[in-house]
């Protein structure tokens, strides 16, 4: 497996991981109702994140893409920044992958890059279904969370830190 940074012309690849992933992980976590309107908000990759050199693309040696995530300095939704922390952003890991290393090698990509730029910890608003694979990271829960996705809509979340320096 290789994970490299992904650029915008990946957008296709993450596109269908996050397709596939979000659906069939998150289905057992939350209402069908609350997916019904959240999934179209949270499968498309963020064209920002995409060219930002922080986000990653996990590809089989045949070139299928198996995963995808990163970071960021800014939290998301927004450019608030504080100064050593960044934020673990748009994770997931196709479902025939999942459970074989896909996700902690992204992950293992993220904390080595951040920690060469000067980065002590990490943010992250893990959902409910993925708050176990974050555990396994090492991030500890803080509280739970309503991400604002747009329109009044709020996602349920868990919101957890990592030191990582």
């Known amino acids: 497996m290789l994970v490299r940074p992904a650029t915008p012309s990946d957008a296709a690849a993450v596109a269908a991981v996050l397709a596939a992933s979000y659906p069939a992980l998150m289905r057992g ?10 999934l179209p908000l949270i499968v498309s990759p963020n064209p920002a994140l995409l060219a930002s050199g922080t ?3 996990a590809e089989a040696k045949s070139g299928e893409a198996l995963g995808c995530g990163g970071w960021s300095t800014s939290a998301p939704g927004s450019r608030r920044r504080e100064p050593g922390t960044a934020h673990i952003r748009h994770f997931a ?8 290393g896909v996700g902690r090698a992204v992950y293992a990509r993220c904390e ?5 730029a000067g980065i002590a910890r990490f ?34 979340a868990i919101l957890m830190v990592r030191e990582i320096a």
């Open 29 to 38: 976590a939350y209402p069908a109702d609350l997916l019904a309107l959240t």
């Open 112 to 116: 080595e890059d951040a920690r060469a």
């Open 55 to 57: 986000y990653y693309l």
């Open 93 to 100: 890991t196709h479902p025939a992958w999942t459970g074989r």
């Open 123 to 156: 943010i992250c608003y893990a959902s409910l279904n993925g708050e176990p694979f974050y555990r396994a990271l090492g991030f500890r829960p803080l509280r739970r969370i309503e991400v604002p996705m747009g329109g009044g809509l709020r996602f349920p």
